[in-house]
């Protein structure tokens, strides 16, 4: 095997490091041609980056220790990346003339780290791919903006998610214990897929292990009770960046949740199921309550993206359910919601990101009043985004939440956690009832309302340019899901199949689709 | 049998979290005295829970108590100190008392990395920082910790749970095989080489592609931390006179 | 040679100790020494859990744990200079105007 | 039934209206300007045309009555097609169809002339015809759905646009609040709905109306168990709660009232013809679930029976016009489900057709007058107005004549019809029935006789004015239908008057098959013109021709009180007193009935209803209340935990780990 035919399977990912390193170089450029040059380059590597994973889909990672490539990872690779396209269009013009190197840089490097952790397959790895995803996004909140709630916002998201990062990786030493090694699968040999396999998951080492790498996880996807640092640090951001602050630190987080749920075989004890069900419910709770009383709409999104972690994790708990008909599918569900809010949530922030209040960014409620008086473009992707968020048809919301909460109702009764999955789907359909009063309370000020004085329209054509990709997005991904829901759905196959493997380990007469014996 | 255990365990973090509670800087009476005596008699809850119920059979040497009491009680001395700099210095105590404990591991060349990056590199930038920002003594955050109670409760629970669970489950110990020197992966690889040269193997064998990503982390790093600190901002806060970052707080920073 | 259960016992007392300087202490750049003293003790734990299955993969991983205390350092202080230009002290309760 | 035909022609009626809406939309602001309106009446004119094409098609199958075309799959994956969108196309949905696009078009052509202020387009013009595209659009998608998702994508985008456009003037006030009333309180309707689709799902695991009804028509499940009674009351009042909300009924009538605040076009097309009929719409395309139950219709007919009484006592104390029309409304719907409750669908279906024509009408004339007195619309400021606008007056007059049941007009065939088959089940629901018919025909006449009759009076600075074309045109036309629409439900045939009309005509004979699962399961349904068993004494006693002749007299009789009221006796009453001392006495009698009339039968229902209006507006916004302010102080008391201190968050992060831990490890799971 060459060098080159072994790097091939990362070469979307060593075409994002090189451009890191010439956007850093770059950026310490005397010229401001040269720097004014550094945000089209971003978009060219992002471009490249996918044009590599279109041509890579040969996926033999035989030459590298330590990565794994299956359908999961090329559709992470593909949604970060198409995503990581709207999220530069909108944090285009973000960094301050002479920061555009380090800025631009420290998003691939983010980027990059998302595109790692879905194909880590060892803890090491993984871990460090969830710091690469993270350390980068501390760094942009203190340099996104000069207020003073950015610098506190950093200092915020910084201190706990060290916090976090000690926790998880003592989880992680302890999960390395149990299996005496740090690979997480294998098709032959120590594992720590096979480990499970041999002791089960009840093993104290395994509960505390799967427990705390857990909750160190969730402080990347925000739930309750990791969750108390997302509405400063999406406050205190700048309102392009909090809609990268929602998508890749989530997206990395649930990734490596489903690949830490596979390597269990999707068979976790029932006190941790229990606790993921408790973690739920406060989450959708916890967001939608609080989030009813904000008057800045960051905070509003903010605790809104608390609860849509709580949504997702109803779609993680339900797990791979394969060939039982179409919509059933959690982890599908999961796969396909992140990526709609991902869009919504971004949308939402490009709006506020677009528009100007005597000077200062609009972000409360009243900055937004009669929007669609000074803006009515603004204002109606802002309504689309808004109904998205909620929920409500005809947008791609709508879809996803019905996808995560069909994947719920529709557990067979033998499934040991059926009845409380299904009071669990319940309780996310009440919560997003009460979650729409504060997003028709969005929509209500940019319709319903008097303009108040100097809001006026800034930004440029690339963000406006995401905007418009996002909030039509929203509408084509509702008439036409079918292959999103599909590559999802495909990209599940791949972490469904150990549940199989479960099932053939404990000799279980229950059918594949029930994951948990006992 | 698995009960007294039990309470052993729970008993000396409980003691030990009280111990902890009282040592925790406050403005008013001073507690130490307390505190010392309580975290003395968790210190010796340990020992006992060591040395009777794991440690007998296998005969563990005195090394592994001096060098573990001292960490214990540097790492209490650095939250509790009131200086920061004492902190640090306490902290680099933690990791010197800490390498013996390694190096009885076999763990030779992670023990020296961890003096001479830890306790060499890192905490003298600590040191450095602290001597920047704070030359007129402990101010009045440092004397007075923040809900103290709360603090104790919540750590000592959490890994009280966590090592409870760890010794009342005793046969889930040596779940893969027993234990063998770290070293004997030597007969395994079949060359006869010793830790350092072990680790440098298996690094940029099996783990090169994390010692690429580790490459990457320190970059982006070194990258962030200059941005940060060189970043252009108003300063705000009261008493920015005679401060040793410049006049105006606006200048560039000092490295 | 012996059992490993000391010095996991180790590592949980120096985690506690550190989760409680983490909560309990004001200045800034003790609450961080406090994380670092979180991650001692996950190096104590990995090692003995390395030494538990005898090879030296326990090890290498909390080498790398070094480098993520190092990166986690390196930006602390770098924010911790930047917060200490701000408002000329490093008391964490100073930064708190966003709640709700 | 011609599949390609269909499949493009629906596909157009849905896109078409759409488009227009978007074109507006896009390039109202900058392109459009004061010709916003074209693409919406060109949109809408084309389905329109397609509404026409269908109704054709479905005409001319002899023996096929339903089709069900897919247009595409929605969500198709690997294991199957979860979801594909279809419509499905009967008599029913081609006399809704024709309805909506109609009506819609012309509301549209009105609001050309309407949305103006001398001239000149108001403020949001393009916006108003946007989102009236985007209205028929959902209401059409609506109509034409083939399954209960449809129905439910449907119902939800008609209420958001229903929602927008009542809050069309948002820099009113009134106008903002009665927007959010109207959505919430439909949310409380739409929850019912959407848990019995719900339900139909988990019993028949399918939304597909071909595959639900056929299945609900055997009596047996997914599972191949029988499914019980009770189940059906279950899913039919779960349904039904969503058509108490959309269709204006007691007790979640309040938003309607309210919803005036909008354009008056607005109130004619979605709060008069098109929207509120969708609850009738779904009752009756879901008759085989809610004839199965008895006990669902029993409730159909009395909140239809009591609606329809009730808020015909509040419409008799109004004085605002379009206040008069809202609460006519409410009651004619209710009259609507009254028929539906009693099985006799093709009378309602028949009242909801003819009722567009008139209620259309009579919300675009008082449009007409309210253009006219510069926004004002309570006829306490002005009156007499049939001579500056002949026009507005005389086709006023026929809507109100028609809503009146006054003979021969188009009200008064169906609402006969509802009556008689209300008769036919209960004598009590049929009273009621005839009561509130004599009230509707005196409110609508105080109406015109305030308005239009009396002395000349306008409101100062006012300079009242005939309307203009485009707003006379779309009233002429809906005058003309007010008086002839009736004619299809009945067949005329020689031989005097008794056996002149029969009211079971081709109209009837079309919707057969649609109401087939009332006929099937309908227990004491009485076919038209025939006495059926089980029926009360009334109907033995009193033919559907008796019926019609009492009926048409009080009519005439709720039409003279009226006019005795508010025209007659204020001027003779005074001019006599002074000419003729002694037959004053008399007369003064006679107005001492009068007066004793409102004193004693209008004053206690005035204040009944009054007391109504408050209890139930006090119960329902508590209600909203309720359930906003549980979760905000919920909210309240968990914003504790985010102070904002880093070592704060720190802690609940610790503690929140340790409470985990806590109960992972020491849980009492195996």
Redesign the interface.
């Known amino acids: 095997m060459t060098l080159t035919e072994m790097l091939m399977p990362v070469a979307p990912e060593l075409t994002l490091l090189i451009g890191v390193c010439a956007v850093f170089l770059l950026g310490v450029s005397k010229r401001p041609a040269v720097r004014s040059a550094i945000a089209p380059l971003t978009l060219v590597i992002l471009l490249g980056s996918l044009v590599a994973t279109a041509m890579c889909s040969d996926l033999d990672a035989s030459g590298l220790v330590g990565l794994a490539f299956d359908e999961l990872t090329g559709y992470v690779r593909w949604i970060t990346l198409a995503m990581g396209v709207l999220l530069l269009l909108v944090n285009w013009r973000v960094p301050t003339d002479g920061e555009q190197g380090e800025y631009f840089g420290l998003m691939l490097c983010s980027i990059a780290g998302v595109l790692l952790t879905a194909s880590a397959n060892d803890l090491v790895v993984l871990f460090f791919a969830i710091e690469l995803v993270s350390v980068p996004t501390y760094v942009m909140v203190a340099l996104s903006r000069t207020d003073q709630r950015a610098s506190e916002a950093a200092l915020k998201y910084f201190f706990l998610g060290a916090l976090s990062a000690a926790v998880m990786v003592y989880g992680f030493s302890f999960l390395y214990g149990l299996a005496g090694t740090t690979t997480m699968m294998a098709s032959g040999g120590d594992s720590l897929q096979a480990t499970f396999a041999e002791v089960g998951a009840i093993n104290a080492f395994a509960v505390v292990g799967l427990l705390l790498a857990m909750a160190g996880l969730s402080f990347k996807v925000a739930v309750v009770p990791f969750h108390a640092y997302a509405p400063d640090v999406y406050e205190g951001a700048a309102s392009p960046l909090t809609g990268l602050l929602g998508f890749l630190p989530k997206l990395a987080g649930f990734v490596a949740l489903i690949r830490l749920l596979t390597v269990c075989h999707w068979a976790l004890p029932d006190s941790l199921m229990w606790m993921m069900w408790i973690m739920a419910v406060a989450t959708m709770i916890f967001g939608n309550v609080l989030a009813l009383l904000q008057t800045n709409v960051k905070r509003i999104l903010a605790y809104s993206s608390i609860s849509h972690s709580g949504y997702m994790m109803i779609g993680l708990l339900v797990g791979p359910v394969l060939g039982e008909g179409p919509m059933h599918d959690g982890v599908a569900a999961v796969l396909f919601y992140i990526v709609i809010y991902g869009l919504m949530n971004l949308g939402a922030f490009a709006v506020l990101s677009g528009l100007n209040v005597r000077g200062e960014a609009a972000e409360t409620l009243d900055d937004l009043a009669g929007l669609s008086r000074r803006a009515p473009m603004m204002a109606i992707a802002m309504a689309v985004c808004a109904f998205s968020l909620m929920g409500f048809p005809p947008t791609a919301g709508f879809l996803g939440k019905v996808y995560i909460f069909s994947s719920a109702f529709s557990l067979s009764d033998a499934h040991p956690f059926h009845g409380p999955l299904v009071t669990l789907a319940v309780i996310g359909v009440i919560n997003s009832a009460i979650g729409a009063v504060y997003y028709l309370r969005i929509a209500g000020y940019c319709f319903l309302r008097e303009p108040g004085d100097g809001l006026k329209r800034v930004g440029g054509v690339m963000p406006g340019l995401g905007l418009a990709v996002c909030s039509l997005a929203m509408i084509v991904l509702f008439i036409r899901p079918t292959d999103l829901v599909n590559r999802a759905k495909s990209a599940t196959a791949s972490v469904g199949s150990s549940v199989v493997t479960r099932v053939a380990v404990a000799g279980a007469e229950t059918p594949p689709s029930d994951t948990r014996p006992q | 049998m698995t009960d007294w255990l039990a309470i052993l365990i729970y008993g000396t973090f409980v003691v030990g979290g009280l111990g902890l509670y009282f040592l925790l800087p406050t403005t008013g009476r001073s507690t130490k005295m307390a505190g010392a005596l309580f975290g003395m008699a968790a210190l010796a809850g340990a020992m006992v829970l060591c040395g009777g119920r794991f440690l007998a059979a296998s005969g563990v040497n005195a090394v592994f108590f001096l060098f573990a009491s001292v960490a214990i009680v540097a790492a209490v001395l650095m939250v509790t100190s009131e200086k920061p700099v004492y902190s640090a210095l306490y902290f680099v105590l933690v990791v010197l008392a800490v390498t013996p404990l390694l190096l009885l591991q076999q763990a030779e060349f992670l023990a020296i990395a961890l003096v001479i990056v830890y306790a060499g590199a890192i905490l003298v930038t600590y040191v450095f920082v602290i001597m920047l920002s704070q030359q007129s003594g402990p101010s009045i955050y440092d004397r007075r910790s923040r809900s103290p109670l709360l603090a104790v409760f919540a750590g000592f629970v959490s890994m009280a749970v966590v090592a409870g669970q760890m010794a009342v489950l005793p046969q889930d110990w040596a779940i893969r095989g027993t234990l063998v020197s770290a070293n004997s992966a030597v007969a395994v690889t079949g060359v006869g080489v010793g830790n350092i040269e072990l680790v440098g193997r298996v690094m940029m064998g099996k783990y090169v592609v994390a010692l690429e990503i580790a490459g990457l982390l320190l970059l982006v790093a070194m990258i962030g931390a200059i941005a940060v600190s060189r970043k252009r901002v108003p300063a705000d806060g009261p008493g920015l006179e005679g401060l040793p970052l410049g006049q105006s707080g606006r200048e560039a920073p000092p490295f | 040679m012996n059992d490993i259960a000391p010095y996991i016992f180790l590592g949980a007392l120096l985690f506690a100790i550190g989760l409680v300087g983490f909560l309990s202490r004001r200045n800034l750049i003790v609450i961080f020494l406090s994380t670092e003293l979180m991650f001692q003790g996950v190096v104590v734990n990995l090692v003995a859990m390395g030494r538990l299955h005898g090879h030296v993969d326990g090890q290498i991983f909390a080498l790398f744990l070094l480098v993520i205390a190092a990166v986690e350092a390196g930006l602390a202080l770098g924010l911790v200079v930047l917060l200490y230009r701000r408002k000329g002290t490093l008391d964490a309760e100073s930064w708190s105007s966003m709640w709700g | 039934m011609v599949e390609g035909t269909i499949s493009t022609w629906s596909m157009l009626i849905m896109l078409l209206p759409l488009l227009g809406a978007v074109l507006a ?1 896009a390039l109202g ?1 900058t392109v459009l300007k004061g010709r916003s309106h074209w693409p919406v009446l060109l949109g809408v004119g084309g389905a329109l045309v397609g509404a026409v094409v269908i109704f054709g098609q479905v005409r001319d199958a002899h023996d096929e009555h339903q089709m069900v075309v897919p247009l595409y ?10 979801f594909s969108v279809s419509v499905l196309v009967d008599p029913l949905t081609s006399i809704m169809l024709l309805v909506v696009t109609g009506v819609s078009l012309l509301v549209v052509i009105y609001a050309r002339g309407y949305m103006r202020d001398h001239n000149e387009p108001v403020r949001g013009y393009e ?1 108003f015809f946007a989102y009236i595209g985007l209205f028929v659009f959902s209401m059409c998608a609506l109509v034409l759905g083939g399954n209960f998702l449809l129905l439910y ?1 449907g119902w ?2 008609v209420g ?1 646009c229903s929602y ?1 456009l009542i ?1 069309f003037y ?2 009113k006030p009134a106008a ?1 609040a009665a ?2 009333k109207a ?1 919430l309180v439909n ?1 409380i309707g739409d ?1 019912g709905f959407g848990l019995g689709i ?1 339900l139909i799902y ?1 019993t028949f695991n399918s939304l597909d109306y071909q595959t639900v009804f056929a299945m609900v028509e055997m009596g047996f499940d997914a599972a191949g168990d029988k499914v019980s009674t009770g189940r059906f009351t279950a899913i039919a009042l779960l349904l039904f709660c969503g058509a108490v909300g959309k269709s204006a009924q007691f007790p979640l009538y309040v938003w309607l009232p309210d919803a005036m605040e909008g354009p008056s076009p607005v109130s004619a097309l979605i709060h008069a013809a098109t929207m509120v009929t969708a609850g009738v719409y779904m009752v009756v395309r879901c008759g085989a679930i809610f004839a199965a139950s008895p006990t669902a219709m029993a409730v159909v007919a009395c909140v239809g029976a009591f609606t329809a009484f009730f808020a015909a006592t509040m419409a008799l104390v109004q004085t605002d016009m379009k206040r008069i029309l809202a609460y006519s409304t409410v009651s004619q719907l209710g009259y609507m489900f009254l028929g539906l409750g009693v099985f006799a669908a093709e009378a309602a279906v028949f009242h909801l057709y003819t009722h567009a024509f008139f209620k259309a009408l009579l919300f675009l004339g008082a449009g007409s007058v309210m253009h006219a007195m510069g926004g004002k619309i309570d006829f306490r400021e002005f009156g007499g107005l049939r001579r500056i606008m002949p026009w507005t007056y005389a086709t006023m007059l026929i809507g109100s004549l028609a809503l009146a049941g006054f003979p021969l007009l188009a009200g008064f065939w169906s609402k006969d019809e509802i009556i008689h088959a209300a008769f036919a089940q209960d004598w009590l629901l049929g009273t009621v029935g005839l009561v509130t018919a004599l009230m509707t025909s005196f409110y609508t006449f105080r109406m015109v006789f305030r308005a239009f009759h009396g002395v000349t009076r306008v409101p100062e600075g006012v300079h009242a004015h005939e309307s203009g074309g485009w707003m006379l045109v779309p009233l002429v036309v809906l005058a003309i239908g007010a008086i002839f629409a009736g004619y299809a439900g009945v067949t005329m045939h020689p031989g005097g008057f008794v056996g002149l009309f029969e009211p079971h005509g081709w109209f009837h004979h079309f919707l057969e098959p649609v109401v087939e699962p009332f006929k099937v399961n309908g227990v004491g349904h009485v076919a038209a013109g025939h006495v059926g068993e089980g029926s009360g004494w009334v109907v033995a006693h009193l033919s559907h021709y008796g019926l019609m002749y009492a009926s048409s007299a009080l009519a005439l009789i709720g039409i003279g009180i009226a006019y005795v009221l508010c025209v007659d006796s204020p001027m003779l009453a005074a001019v006599i007193r002074r000419a003729f001392p002694r037959t004053h006495e008399v007369l003064y009698n006679k107005y001492y009935v009068d007066e004793a009339c409102i004193r004693w039968i209008v004053e206690p229902l005035k204040r009944a209803g009054r007391f109504c209006v408050g209890v139930d507006n006090f119960v329902i916004d508590g209600i909203v209340w309720f359930v ?1 302010a549980v ?2 102080g ?3 008391g ?2 504790g ?27 009492t ?2």
């Open positions: 939309g602001p799959d929605w969500i198709s994956t690997g294991a199957g097609t979860w916006r994508l939800e985008a958001l927008l809050g948002y820099d903002a927007a959010k959505f949310r929850f719900l988990l906003t979760p905000r919920l909210g309240w968990l914003r935990l985010q102070q904002g201190a880093l070592q704060g968050y720190a802690a609940s992060m610790v503690v929140g780990l340790a409470l985990l831990l806590v109960i992972v490890l020491f849980g799971w195996t």
